[in-house]
């Protein structure tokens, strides 16, 4: 049964009903940075970086806080770890993640002319950042095709029965395979608002979900 709805999943319906869903809930935060003008490929990196195991609406005033003080590589670089550690303390692993944001910020200004390009390997060259966040990168501030898999894109795709697999790295490699690629980047902006207040990690809202007829259901056993 599975197998048959599935091919019949028409993902072209089913973003016209995720773009309506979503409409009443506040934009993914990197986005909605992005919306305010932090559109550069480093803000964007940062923004990602702080976002990591914190939830989005500490992410978004965290990474607003500290780009009052420095937007730039070189004015990130300016400032110390301790004090970009003052500025995300309200993020997940604070102080790990200011001496990877500072090292990151050093390094662009040292040796890549103080800009960040829009180069998959060169996001991935940089300690601690993954597929996840360089895929977000290039979709957002870059505007390639990449898709940015994060808990909620991984869990509502699999949920579905779109994609079947067992972690989000696995699941952007499905993805990349099937999913038409002009919603690449829009899929994460949707799927975010989606799985945080409809499609949840637990009793999601299947009652009223305006995709409850294509979706199979996969692990969903105590749904409202």
């Not at 973003?15 to 559109?39: C, H, I, K, S």
């Not at 699999?158 to 697999?165: A, C, I, P």
């Not at 690629?181 to 902006?189: D, L």
Request: hydrophobic residues 40%.
């Amino acid at each position: 049964m599975a197998d048959s709805k599935s091919n019949t999943f028409d993902i072209d319906r089913v973003m016209e009903l995720l773009r309506e869903a979503v409409r009443p809930y506040p934009p993914a935060a990197l986005f909605a940075l992005y919306d305010d003008g932090y559109v550069t490929p480093f803000e964007q990196l940062v923004a990602c970086i702080i976002s990591i195991r914190t939830r989005d609406e500490t992410m978004y005033v965290t990474a607003k806080s500290l780009f009052e003080e420095a937007r730039t590589p070189l004015q990130m670089s300016q400032l110390s770890p301790a004090r970009i550690d003052d500025l995300i303390h309200a993020s997940s692993f604070h102080e790990n993640k200011a001496q990877q944001i500072f090292d990151i910020a050093v390094q662009i200004t040292d040796e890549l002319g103080g800009a960040l390009p829009c180069d998959e390997q060169t996001l991935l060259s940089f300690r601690g950042v993954g597929p996840k966040c360089a895929n977000l990168v290039l979709g957002i501030a870059c505007d390639e095709a990449f898709i940015g898999v994060d808990v909620h894109v991984h869990r509502v795709t699999n949920r579905w029965g779109y994609v079947s697999t067992g972690r989000p790295e696995q699941t952007m490699v499905a993805l990349m395979a099937k999913l038409p690629r002009t919603y690449w980047v829009e899929i994460n902006r949707l799927l975010v608002p989606f799985g945080k207040h409809i499609c949840t990690g637990s009793r999601p809202r299947c009652s009223t979900c305006p995709l409850l007829g294509p979706c199979e259901q996969v692990g969903v056993v105590n749904p409202r």
